[in-house]
């Protein structure tokens, strides 16, 4: 079975802090896919990065960045000057390459507040 | 389109009525998937779509769920007799054979009364 924590429900900052959502993850399998999604109020879900289980570079883009850690099982994600418009919810997710279904299953989510 | 496209947005619905929720998906994209995401929650995998292949339909929570897809493109979730615990957002996603790329759409928001 497959499983993904984000044990952080909440989280509030000021605008042009840096914050760290946090994402952990159990698969059996080797090959395996992770997700990050920003859902803002407006409610769709919006694709920020995936990462595959064979490549362990961090990820820099603008203002996003992503740390894959296999040997702790995590995949940790950060937002640097942190901005007003950053303020949404964040849900890690996993997908592993076995199974009949290629379907995701997502962390409970971290709601991100990011005041002015 | 160019994106995934549900209808309605919202819907208000009586206790005991059935339901359809519609899902449109990106041209071309082979797979379709619909979650559920109830207030606070995380998203649950309901159903998903593959071509020409037998759904996969693990994640249905009871059998008053169905979907269906017709021509390989739209996909209509329908809940029957719906009860309270059924309000939630229903969210479509649909992504190319062989990628793992999902594209979801802004979803339903469902409120049984």
């Known amino acids: 079975a497959q499983k993904v924590t984000q044990a952080q429900t909440e989280i509030s900052v000021v605008e042009k802090e840096d914050v760290t959502l946090d994402c952990v993850y159990e698969t059996r399998d080797t090959t395996y896919y992770l997700f990050w999604y920003k859902q803002p109020p407006s409610g769709e879900l919006v694709f920020l990065i995936r990462r595959n289980s064979f490549d362990e570079q961090n990820e820099i883009s603008g203002r996003y960045s992503w740390n894959f850690q296999k040997s702790t099982s995590s995949f940790n994600f950060t937002i640097t000057a942190s901005q007003v418009v950053d303020s949404a919810v964040y849900f890690c997710a996993l997908r592993t390459s076995s199974g009949s279904a290629r379907q995701l299953t997502f962390g409970s989510g971290t709601q991100l507040t990011v005041l002015p | 389109g160019a994106g995934v496209s549900q209808s309605p947005s919202n819907k208000v619905t009586e206790k005991g009525k059935d339901v359809e929720l519609r899902c449109d998906p990106i041209s071309g994209h082979t797979a379709l998937y619909w979650y559920r995401q109830s207030l606070g929650q995380g998203l649950e995998f309901l159903i998903y779509?593959?071509?020409?292949?037998?759904?996969?339909k693990s994640g249905l929570p009871s059998d008053r769920f169905s979907a269906e897809r017709t021509g390989g493109s739209v996909s209509t979730l329908t809940i029957q007799r719906t009860q309270q615990e059924d309000s939630a957002v229903y969210l479509c996603a649909s992504s190319e054979t062989g990628t793992y790329g999902y594209t979801f759409g802004s979803g339903t928001r469902l409120t049984v009364v």
């Open positions: 779509f593959q071509g020409n292949s037998a759904p996969d």
